[in-house]
């Protein structure tokens, strides 16, 4: 016997709203024990500063631990990969640098794929990349130091964290586009890059603005341009390269919550509209800040989008600049 449209319409309905309840369910009661939250980088670096300072937060409002563990073996990837093999539960989730969208290309071997294995939860925080010299060069603009470098070929170099990183590939980015005879000399991290410029044996160094705020702000640096969109609130008087008459140089160093592919949505939606809600505190705000970070706190949907055009873009750069996998 057949169901007047209605009826059928009405039932099936009811069919779906049942069988969406033990997601609901699941979500509601989401989390009922302690959960792991994974940072592939050392402690007391930016990365765990926000790693733990999120966890804290989710901690206080939903009365389970969210327990920070750092992995920074591997240049990350042990601890990513760790969370890509991981249950599906919401209950190991991972925050990540920008490593997670430079890696695959660089890296002819990783134990997890970004797209694949994880389902994006948001940009917990970002900062721009930043063009620096030491005060003793003759180029106090972004338009000065083009006209130094294409005057002097051969002469300049840049430092940056180390080969891969985001410092390096934004430096690349800029030497690429304006066809700049530029020396790219990598160190093993933003520490000693930085300790080169000041001292003048790298006159140019390219890097994420946390780790060179405090030598910017000393004078011990001289910041040309910042990488994003809008000038940093923390150094105002710095410009853009857009501004700078550079365009198309955006590039962000991220902070960011994944969690491994499977998650059901709701759990994912519950952690975005929480993390979104605490970066956006006012001490919260204000912490990321002395830092250098910029809370963002995007849907899961953008972030995604997001992650696919930075591989693609960095994916790019990597190639173009020649820059040779790691084994």
Same mark, same amino acid.
């Given at each position: 016997?057949k169901?007047?449209?209605?009826?059928?319409l009405?039932?099936?309905?009811?069919?779906?709203?049942l069988?969406?309840?033990?997601?609901?369910?699941?979500?509601?009661?989401?989390?009922?024990?302690?959960?792991?939250?994974?940072?592939?980088?050392?402690?007391?670096?930016?990365s765990?500063?926000i790693?733990r300072l999120?966890?804290?937060?989710?901690s !206080?409002?939903w009365?389970?631990?969210?327990?920070?563990?750092n992995?920074?073996?591997?240049?990350?990837n042990?601890?990513?990969?760790?969370?890509?093999k991981?249950?599906p539960d919401?209950y190991? /989730?991972?925050?990540?640098?920008?490593?997670?969208?430079v890696?695959p290309?660089?890296?002819?071997?990783?134990?997890?794929?970004?797209?694949?294995?994880?389902?994006?939860?948001?940009?917990?925080?970002?900062?721009?990349?930043?063009?620096t010299?030491?005060?003793?060069?003759?180029?106090?603009?972004?338009?000065?130091l083009i006209?130094?470098?294409r005057?002097?070929?051969?002469k300049?170099?840049?430092?940056?964290?180390?080969?891969?990183?985001?410092?390096?590939?934004?430096?690349?980015?800029?030497?690429i586009?304006?066809?700049?005879?530029?020396?790219?000399?990598?160190?093993?991290?933003?520490?000693?890059?930085i300790?080169s410029?000041?001292?003048g044996?790298?006159?140019?160094?390219?890097?994420?603005?946390?780790?060179?705020?405090?030598?910017?702000?000393?004078g011990?640096l001289?910041?040309?341009?910042?990488?994003?969109?809008?000038?940093?609130?923390?150094?105002p008087?710095?410009?853009?390269?857009?501004?700078?008459?550079v365009?198309?140089?955006?590039?962000e160093? /991220?902070?960011a919550?994944?969690?491994?592919?499977g998650?059901?949505?709701?759990?994912?939606?519950k952690?975005?509209? !929480? /993390?979104?809600? /605490?970066?956006?505190?006012?001490?919260?705000?204000?912490?990321l800040?002395?830092?250098?970070y910029?809370?963002?706190?995007?849907?899961?949907?953008?972030?995604s989008?997001?992650?696919?055009?930075?591989?693609?873009?960095?994916?790019?750069?990597?190639r173009?600049?020649g820059i040779?996998q790691?084994?």
């Amino acid at each position: 016997m057949k169901l007047p449209r209605r009826e059928f319409l009405r039932c099936a309905a009811g069919a779906a709203a049942l069988t969406s309840l033990p997601h609901m369910a699941r979500a509601q009661g989401y989390p009922s024990r302690s959960v792991r939250l994974i940072v592939p980088a050392a402690a007391g670096g930016p990365s765990d500063l926000i790693g733990r300072l999120i966890g804290q937060k989710l901690s !206080e409002a939903w009365g389970q631990q969210f327990i920070v563990e750092n992995i920074p073996t591997g240049a990350g990837n042990v601890g990513v990969g760790m969370v890509a093999k991981a249950p599906p539960d919401g209950y190991t /989730i991972l925050t990540p640098t920008s490593a997670v969208v430079v890696n695959p290309s660089l890296y002819a071997k990783l134990p997890y794929d970004t797209i694949r294995d994880f389902a994006a939860v948001t940009l917990a925080a970002a900062s721009p990349h930043v063009l620096t010299v030491n005060p003793a060069v003759p180029a106090k603009t972004v338009q000065e130091l083009i006209t130094l470098v294409r005057a002097n070929p051969g002469k300049y170099s840049y430092a940056s964290p180390g080969t891969g990183t985001t410092g390096q590939l934004a430096g690349e980015l800029f030497r690429i586009s304006l066809g700049l005879d530029l020396t790219h000399v990598p160190f093993n991290g933003a520490a000693p890059a930085i300790t080169s410029t000041i001292g003048g044996h790298t006159p140019i160094m390219w890097g994420a603005l946390p780790g060179a705020a405090p030598s910017i702000k000393e004078g011990q640096l001289r910041a040309l341009a910042v990488t994003s969109g809008t000038r940093d609130p923390a150094f105002p008087s710095v410009p853009t390269l857009t501004e700078s008459g550079v365009p198309d140089q955006e590039s962000e160093f /991220i902070q960011a919550v994944f969690v491994p592919a499977g998650t059901p949505k709701e759990i994912i939606d519950k952690l975005y509209r !929480e /993390i979104a809600r /605490i970066v956006m505190l006012p001490e919260v705000k204000e912490r990321l800040a002395t830092i250098g970070y910029t809370a963002v706190g995007n849907t899961p949907e953008e972030f995604s989008a997001q992650v696919k055009r930075d591989i693609a873009r960095w994916a790019k750069v990597i190639r173009e600049a020649g820059i040779i996998q790691i084994q």
